[in-house]
């Protein structure tokens, strides 16, 4: 890390990262009373350490407070000597979520509410450390395994580990060696026969066996009995027992590198440390910021692309004979490989802005566990597809949605234990996040258990509400009734807990989505339970956009691609052979009327608006009709059949189900540009 | 064309059939469905049992208690069919009973060997909590069960 | 004894093997012979004797068909998003579920109409849409794409040996059939257009 001069989006991007991290980490803790792991722990050591040093560096003192607070009740933790209790693990989630707020209001100054919640806080911390629990220091490091062995132990494997040695029971490792024709079943047969007297802790892949029919395995067991008695429970299945001994003392060269002094065995083995740091360097931070001036970059040679085309069509030509027509056909063969290429370009900058849904799940699995704790229900949170990635701001956007629904099926879905159990239900209801690719779409289902869309509610308010007519709704059905959820100001909960919020409804989740170019759909069973599911695009780049209206057509304009807006005055443009030129402080500008070359209806308009567009170092103005203002806009491509449509970049969702084309500048500039007059009659 | 990192841990979902117990990727998994009403198909021969009908939609059903080794299956467990995605389709599965979701490392595997004894089209095993589950990689077991491989089945 | 002297490390082929046994969506699944038919999922066939599923529907006056199998939703015809300098027989271009999808002038493709329906653009310009009016929206080998068409009836279940081959004419007409005092002509979508 260089000095302090590093300006403060840095420091606020490497923070907030580093913070996520550390909240990651901390979701892996939070294993609901077993001992974490000594690796995780670890990891969640190094994190706070770092963005301690970093606020140090940036003089932020109450974040470095902060994070030196937790970084020792982090390092009492994988000591052993404090344990995982609740409070402990809600505090150090505290800590993360106000560390974050902490980042984010280092330029401007964190206000004094801030302040004030981190001495508090670092209060709480230093009193957790001093934890009453006095544990030992961790056995497993002197059992003499294999470190390869240790390494793809589960947690479970190594806690049972632990808890043989802490009973000063022995672990045995026993080799053993089965046919084919039954080895799956001598298995279970030998843990049961072992049961009364030792533990099958671990079964690990054993060396090959020389015969092809044999397969060999490697037992770990734990056992307090003696060698006969489990000689003797093992008996008959062949094999070798040996003992996996203890070391007595932790050796010198074992130690931890700059751990503090006297600090017991805490070193994670060799294998797992070298894990995560690798994979640390194989990552690299890009701003969105710097990925959307390479995105930039790409639309200025797609320009030059464009010009080498009109080039190539002009010497391929019927009748042309200055240029042998060999050249031209050159030409067009190296404009399609650079076309190729930038599309790979292009894509490559789309797919770097791709991040996996885990980020948003693991968020989620705690929100809902929080507000299953509140709301007095018993559920488990299932998630599937973390892996599916989607464009990064999109998984950002999406959080709200998915945490509506999340929470509008813990507080209203979900029933309460007790009258599940009278229903015949299980006790604790099954919530489901799952995400999956399908096309180019990736779909996400939110799934609950519980009691279901209550029809004649919904055809109730409806009525109320003044929605539907008495006799319209008792006809409507299913999905048709379900829909009305979507509508403004929908509610049916009785009672609006303070954790939905009132009457915010399906209605700002469907909104929220089609900004995303997505669609929700919902599926319930009265008493079955209820299934949202949102459809959204894999790729998309969201971008402003200048909305202009023509002949009474509305069509985008990608900002980036908008140089300026001019009124046209009463001066008509000059003429110069077919095409149109105007002054611009002197200068003059190409122009060319978009209606025109649409083939649209033209009409006669006293004042006409300019949008002067250029990429690189050309210029067009473009004449519309009307300028209806900016949008934020999501642009599909036209894709499929349709093929690329000359001066059509795609089509955009404008929110209110709006779709409108999207202009494609460089292709209309280089189509403009070539009816424009010669550069003789330009210059006078 | 990204390259994919060697990833350390599977996902499996497990299901027994017959005495024995297999895993597949867990993703391959839509659902879990009871058994159900099955349109017999002109024209199928064993383990293809015909279509079944889900939610408008036509699902061919396997079963795949003819494709892998007999055996009296656990007391307590349940038949299920396992709805599948191959490729971009689904096919419904008939299991004897299903397991759960279990997290094994890639480095816990070990490699199936080869041979008769061994069901067929298992690529590897995975021992957990004293039971072994046979690694099922259902679309190469599939293809052995079409006519035209030719193998004994 | 150290337990496992040798690293647990998956061997090589067993990486190659983990590879097959793990889930892609772009999986090959070989042609199994126990699928009945290309497609997602199948359509039961009858159990007698072979039949061909489609749907049939008016096109100026005459009754035509599309195998159903292709066929993945059926919408109420409306104005659509018009596609500047559009060729015939283009009509103009509808997010179906999110795709953006062409929509096409079946009519005028097979030569029955001579001038293309006006049906996108700002409404001042478009011509009135039948409440008749459908568009199909099929599937093609380069995606799905939209057919317009002036009624939908219903669908027919053909028994294969009541297919004869068709002329050839008009490009897309892969065969003709009776069904009672009709005739349908069945069309293939990709060749008509």
Redesign the interface.
């Known amino acids: 890390m260089s000095g302090p001069n590093k300006p403060w989006g840095d420091f606020v991007s490497e923070a907030v990262e580093t913070a996520e991290a550390l909240e990651r980490e901390l979701g892996r803790l939070d294993t609901g009373g077993e001992e974490p792991s000594p690796a995780a722990l670890n990891a969640v050591f190094r994190h706070a350490h770092s963005l301690k040093g970093l606020a140090a560096l940036y003089g932020q003192g109450a974040m470095e407070g902060l994070a030196h607070a937790a970084e020792d009740l982090l390092d009492r933790l994988r000591l052993g000597r404090v344990r995982l209790r609740e409070a402990v693990a809600d505090a150090l989630a505290e800590t993360v979520e106000l560390l974050r707020g902490l980042a984010h209001a280092a330029e401007a100054g964190p206000d004094e509410a801030l302040l004030g919640r981190a001495g508090v806080l670092v209060a709480r911390l230093e009193q957790l450390a001093q934890g009453p629990e006095r544990l030992a220091p961790d056995p497993l490091h002197r059992l003499e395994l294999a470190p390869a062995f240790r390494a793809v132990l589960t947690e479970y494997e190594e806690h049972r580990l632990r808890e043989t040695l802490r009973r000063r029971a022995l672990v045995w490792s026993f080799s053993v060696r089965w046919r084919l024709e039954d080895f799956d079943l001598r298995l279970p047969a030998l843990v049961e026969r072992l049961a009364p007297v030792a533990e099958v802790i671990a079964t690990l892949p054993g060396s090959a066996p020389g015969d092809p029919e044999a397969i060999c395995f490697e037992l770990l067991i734990g056992s307090s009995a003696g060698e006969d008695r489990l000689l003797e429970a093992l008996a008959p299945d062949a094999g070798e027992l040996a003992l996996v001994p203890s070391r007595k003392r932790r050796r010198p060269d074992e130690a931890r590198p700059g751990a503090g002094p006297g600090a017991p065995a805490d070193r994670a083995p060799a294998g797992e440390v070298e894990g995560p740091l690798r994979s640390a360097a194989q990552t690299v931070r890009v701003g969105i910021e710097r990925l959307d001036g390479l995105m930039n970059a790409v639309g200025e040679l797609r320009l030059i692309a464009a010009g080498i085309q009109r080039l190539a069509d002009g010497a391929l030509a019927p009748g042309v004979t200055q240029l042998p027509r060999a050249f031209g056909a050159d030409l067009l063969r190296e404009q399609r490989q650079m076309s190729r290429r930038l599309d790979a370009l292009q894509s490559g900058l789309l797919e770097a802005r791709m991040v996996p849904l885990s980020q948003v799940f693991e968020r989620l699995q705690r929100l809902v566990r929080r507000a299953a704790r509140d709301a007095g229900k018993e559920l488990d949170l299932f998630t599937r597809g973390g892996e599916v990635e989607l464009d990064k701001l999109i998984v950002e956007e999406l959080s709200d949605p998915l945490m509506h629904l999340l929470r509008n099926a813990v507080d209203h879905g979900i029933e309460a234990p007790d009258d599940r159990e009278r229903l015949g239900k299980p006790r604790r209801g099954t919530l489901t996040l799952a995400a999956r690719p399908d096309g180019s779409h990736v779909v996400i289902e939110v799934r609950d258990d519980g009691r279901g869309i209550d029809s004649a509610r919904v055809r109730q308010v409806a009525v109320e509400r003044g929605l539907l007519p008495g006799d319209e709704a008792a006809g409507m059905s299913g999905r048709a009734l379900h829909r009305l959820l979507f509508t403004p100001g929908f509610s049916t909960a009785r009672s609006i807990s303070a954790l939905s919020g009132r009457g915010v409804g399906l209605d700002v989740v469907q909104t929220n989505l089609a900004r995303l170019s997505g669609v929700i759909d919902v599926e319930s069973g009265s008493g079955v339970g209820t299934a949202f599911r949102l459809t959204l695009p894999l790729t998309l780049a969201m971008m402003r956009g200048l909305i202009v209206r023509v002949s009474g057509r509305t069509y985008a304009i990608p900002l980036n691609g908008v140089v300026e807006i001019l009124s046209l005055g009463s001066e008509p443009p000059r003429r110069v052979g077919d095409r149109e030129l105007i002054s611009v402080r002197g200068n003059p500008l190409p122009l060319v009327r978009l209606a025109r070359l649409f083939r649209l209806p033209e009409a006669e308009l006293s004042r006409r608006n300019v949008v002067v567009i250029g990429l690189a170092q050309e210029r067009l103005g473009l004449a519309v009709d009307e300028l209806l203002g900016q949008a934020d806009m999501v642009t599909k491509r036209l894709g499929g059949r349709l093929g690329p449509v000359p001066g059509i970049a795609g089509v955009a969702d404008l929110g209110n189900r709006r779709t409108v084309l999207v202009l494609d500048v460089a292709a209309i500039i280089s189509e403009g540009l070539s009816q424009a007059p010669p550069r003789a009659a330009l210059s006078e | 064309m990204a390259l994919e990192p060697e990833a350390e841990t599977l996902d499996l979902f497990t299901f027994s059939v017959g005495a024995h117990r297999y895993a597949v990727d867990v993703r391959r998994v839509d659902e879990v469905l009871a058994p159900a009403e099955v349109t017999p198909l002109a024209g199928a021969a064993p383990p293809l049992e015909g279509l079944l009908s889900l939610r408008g939609a036509e699902v061919p059903v396997v079963d795949l208690r003819l494709c892998l080794p007999a055996g009296t299956p656990a007391p307590g467990s349940e038949a299920r069919m396992l709805l599948c995605w191959l490729g971009k389709r689904r096919v419904a599965l008939r299991v004897d009973g299903v397991g759960g979701v279990l997290r094994v490392a890639t480095a816990r595997l070990q490699a199936a060997p080869g041979g008769p004894l061994v069901p067929p089209a298992v690529v590897a095993l995975a021992v957990e909590g004293g039971t072994v589950h046979f690694l099922l990689d259902v679309v190469e077991l599939l293809r052995r069960q079409s006519p035209e491989a030719g193998a004994p089945g | 004894?150290?337990?496992?002297?040798?690293?647990?490390?998956?061997?090589p082929?067993?990486?190659e093997?983990?590879k097959?046994?793990?889930?892609r969506?772009?999986?090959?699944?070989?042609p199994?012979?126990?699928?009945?038919a290309r497609g997602?999922?199948?359509?039961?066939?009858?159990?007698?004797e072979e039949v061909r599923e489609v749907l049939s529907f008016e096109l100026a006056g005459g009754t035509y068909a599309v195998a159903l199998g292709g066929v993945l939703e059926i919408l109420r015809a409306r104005t659509l998003?018009?596609?500047?300098?559009?060729e015939p027989p283009?009509l103009g271009?509808l997010?179906v579920?999110?795709?953006?999808?062409?929509v096409y002038d079946l009519a005028l493709a097979l030569g029955l109409r001579e001038r293309i329906r006006k049906v996108s653009?700002?409404p001042?310009?478009c011509e009135a849409v039948s409440r008749d009016a459908r568009i199909l929206v099929t599937r093609?080998a380069?995606?799905?794409?939209g057919l317009w068409v002036d009624r939908v009836r219903d669908v027919v279940r053909l028994p294969v040996g009541a297919i004869e081959a068709g002329t050839g004419e008009p490009e897309g007409v892969t065969g003709r059939a009776r069904r009672g005092v009709d005739t349908l002509l069945l069309l293939e979508p990709e060749r008509v257009?």
Do not use: C, K, N
Request: net charge negative; charged share 25%.
């Open positions: 004894m150290t337990p496992g002297m040798d690293a647990p490390r998956p061997s082929s067993l990486a093997r983990l097959a046994f793990r889930y969506p772009e999986e090959e699944v070989p199994l012979a126990m699928f009945p997602e999922d199948a359509r039961p066939a009858a159990v007698a998003v018009e596609i500047p300098r559009a283009l271009v997010d579920r999110g795709t953006v999808t062409p653009g700002p001042e310009e093609t380069s995606g799905p794409v257009l």
